[in-house]
């Protein structure tokens, strides 16, 4: 894994010397790590860390972060809102290893509904491609979606009783399921994060 040393070291006014010094290696190995040219071991990167007193989330760049602009309802009625400029969010994640960070969305689950496949809390990554449409790699799968209401759900998607019909169904068997709702867009959930695996970035 790439780590941004520097910016860490920059933001407590700490040399890489200072670094060096407190983990007992040379200055010249701290470098190459703060260049991206040597990757530490598991052990030493603990040691960083302890040294520096950071978590693993401040030491990953930019690129290998994941914004979080919002809601997905599972039961709890959420609508579409992204009031964030571009990369930026409620707050930002650290990328899974699963998947490229490039074009990629996480939304919070709200509600009960998915239960016990999506819990409140957990995320959820998707990649829309365009603003309407359902792609066909979409139906039967566990979707993040928009009704024509501007509400946004995670649900499973099937096809409905009449074209440009689709329903909306919950796992949780307690839970409401969503039958002929016209759907402005749909992207199939491409990995789910439980919340105790989050790791916040900012």
Known sequence: MEIDLKS??????????????????SKGYISEIASGKKRPSIETLEQILDAIDADIAEIIPTRHVIAVPGYVGAGAEVYLSDPYPKGEGMYKVACPPQITPHSV?????????????????????????????????????????????????????????APGLFNLLSINPAATNMLDVRVKWAAPVRLHLPKEFVKRVE
């Open 8 to 25: 860490a070291l920059k933001r407590r006014g700490m040399s890489q010397q200072q670094l060096a010094d407190a983990i007992d290696v």
């Open 105 to 161: 969305v996480a939304v919070e689950v709200r509600g009960e509904s998915m239960e016990p496949v999506f819990s409140e809390g957990d995320l959820l990554f998707y990649t829309r491609n365009g603003d309407h449409g359902v792609p066909s790699e979409a139906i039967g799968r566990k979707c993040v979606a928009e009704t024509e209401d501007g509400k946004v759900w995670v649900k499973q998607l099937k096809i409905g009783t």
